[in-house]
């Protein structure tokens, strides 16, 4: 194993993801050492006694601007040659699979997170090198989107995952949505378990999933049989 993939978080609410961090894959990925990251308070990086993040914009109009200097700086502070530094807002090109297998390979990442104002566009300009949206619906700020970041990116790194869990990915992502899966009991509250599943048929049984999961693809997200996006 080498260098875990290296995170900062850069905002003005870094213990918004606290308790994030100490669960499930996550947990174990930076336990196992695979992955590390950090929340950088964006306030540290101010220079006067109110720790000023924001200011009115040039030409006026409504709202408030993240300033340019705390966010050059905190960059500054932890940014290595192969940091992508990316600024989390909802003009940026749209998170899918692909870009977290391209962001898996980097060793460092460093998520600039904006607010419900914008950012001065000098940070675009001269400072990041992506920008990122993970949808379109309008959150409160960045935070989230970077922890929807690091989650997808993680269980992208080698070993994290379990042998069965990166199986079941490979298996399952033929671009499509999943077939129905079923446990114990056969019948539960009147609804049954398909026939099929339980003959011990295994050809059939891989027939009627292939087909369940196209028509459910055909009917839910028809976009995928188009696009990639996985
Ligand atoms: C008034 C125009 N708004 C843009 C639609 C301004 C605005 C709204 C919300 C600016 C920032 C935000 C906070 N959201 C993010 O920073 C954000 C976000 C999102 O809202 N949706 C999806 N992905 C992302 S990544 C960062």
Sequence with gaps: MGAPLRVDVITIFPRMLDGVWGESI?????????LDVRMVDLRAFTHDVHRTTDDR??????????KPEPIFEAVESVRTPEARVILLSPQGRRFDQALARELAEAPHLILLCGHYEGVD????????TDEISIGDYVLTNG??????????????????????????DESFSNGGLEYPQYTRPAEYRGMAVPEILRSGDHAAVRQWRMGQAQDRTKKQRPDLLTNDGN
């Design 26 to 34: 996550l947990k174990r990925a930076i336990a196992g050492g695979f």
């Design 143 to 168: 935070v989230l989107p970077a922890a929807v970041v690091v989650d997808a990116v993680a269980r992208l790194i080698p070993g994290v995952l379990g042998h069965a869990e990166s199986h079941a």
């Design 57 to 66: 914009p040039y030409g006026g109009g409504p709202g408030m601007v993240m």
């Design 121 to 128: 566009e000098r940070v675009r300009q001269g400072l990041a």
